[in-house]
């Protein structure tokens, strides 16, 4: 059997700098990402986590199951992408779709949507865009200002009642 073959000292050490060279590399690039603001022509974002968003809709069935109501209730990201969607008990069929399309209007216009029910005086042709409803019972979550979530809830006898368990999930997210 052959003895392995052995680097001359010389060839051991640059070979180690130069590990040591691309290491450093590669940490300082990645420190300067994550600390740098974004390049040219791109923007950061901030965006909530599925666990977040499971939290938030716990808290909005809570609040519900609370006052004895049977919801849906639907958290969707930024982009309107559903994240979580918990049916109560007895919800009815109707509130699951219901809960999801009052979180996509929330988000999408950064605003609760009972004040976007008032919007359609102005602009009644809002109701016509896919995948929004202007009924009360969908709150977004904000960063900074930003829209980042929207909380939808369904299936109380009033949008006002599923407003108020939407705004218990977006409470919870600020704990």
Known sequence: MKSPQKFPVRARVLTVAAVAVIGAGTFGAVSATAASPAPKGFTQTTHLTVESAAEAAKAALAAAKKDGQKVSVAVVDRNGNTL???RGDGAGPQSYESAERKAFTAVSWNAPTSELVKRLQQAPNLKDIPGTLFLPGGAPVQAQGAPVAG??????????????YARAGVAELGK
Do not use: H, N, Q, R
């Open 84 to 86: 979580v969607t918990l």
């Open 151 to 164: 909380i939808g809830v369904a299936g109380a006898p009033s949008g006002d009642l599923d407003e108020k």
